[in-house]
T-cell receptor
């Protein structure tokens, strides 16, 4: 079975630009969550979507947004990029919100 | 607000040594608890989980963890580590009644030398 897939794997942007990250969950998983992981820290929760509805949001500014599509894939959008947005962005899927989450390899975002 | 503390940031052991990594969480309600592992160059993988029942849970690769509710702890143990256990270990907690947020600790980097 295919795991959680994320694209792109690496991305370089400059300050002020916009970025879209994509995630395909494991087949059958309806819940998708996004996390930001900076070096030396654990993943920080950004969003959770379940059945195409936002179920939770972490302590991130409104520049961060996401959505989930009818096929349960998801996009994370970040506007007006700042240097501090440089991080590994992880996507995870699960059958339901409290079930174990399965993580993708992440998208490494670098802001110059 | 929920939080997870991992006291050991960096642990260095020789092969065959015993391992215990500490994890404490702050949340007054019922929680599900997880340990994830990230091997070098790989994605986060579930090591073990606690939902209910026996507070001593066994995971993959000989790892186990004990949930002590009175201490809000979920420490990870392994009797004898191997070089291949070199990785970063993350403890995580999610509320049973508010399942939107999985909260991670800062992680513990384990290095095992032959």
């Amino acid at each position: 079975d295919a795991g959680v897939t994320q694209s792109p794997t690496h991305l370089i942007k400059t300050r002020g630009q916009h970025v879209t990250l994509r995630c395909s969950p494991i087949s059958g998983h309806k819940s998708v969550s996004w996390y930001q992981q900076v070096l030396g820290q654990g993943p920080q929760f950004i969003f959770q979507y379940y059945e195409k509805e936002e179920r939770g949001r972490g302590n991130f500014p409104d520049r961060f947004s996401a959505r989930q599509f009818p096929n349960y894939s998801s996009e994370l959008n970040v506007n007006a990029l700042l240097l501090g947005d440089s991080a590994l962005y992880l996507c995870a899927s699960s059958l339901q919100g409290n079930q174990p989450q399965h993580f993708g390899d992440g998208t490494r975002l670098s802001i110059l | 607000a929920q939080s997870v503390s991992q006291h050991n940031h960096h642990v260095i052991l020789s092969e065959a040594a015993s391992l215990e990594l500490g994890c404490n969480y702050s949340y007054g309600g019922t929680v599900n608890l997880f340990w994830y592992v990230q091997y070098p160059g790989q994605h986060l993988q579930l090591l073990l989980k606690y939902f209910s029942g026996d507070p001593l849970v066994k995971g993959i690769k000989g790892f186990e963890a004990e949930f002590i509710k009175s201490k809000f702890s979920f420490n990870l143990r392994k009797p004898s580590v191997q070089w291949s256990d070199t990785a970063e270990y993350f403890c995580a907690v999610i509320s049973v009644f508010n399942t939107d947020k999985l909260i991670f600790g800062t992680g513990t980097r384990l290095q095992v030398f032959p």
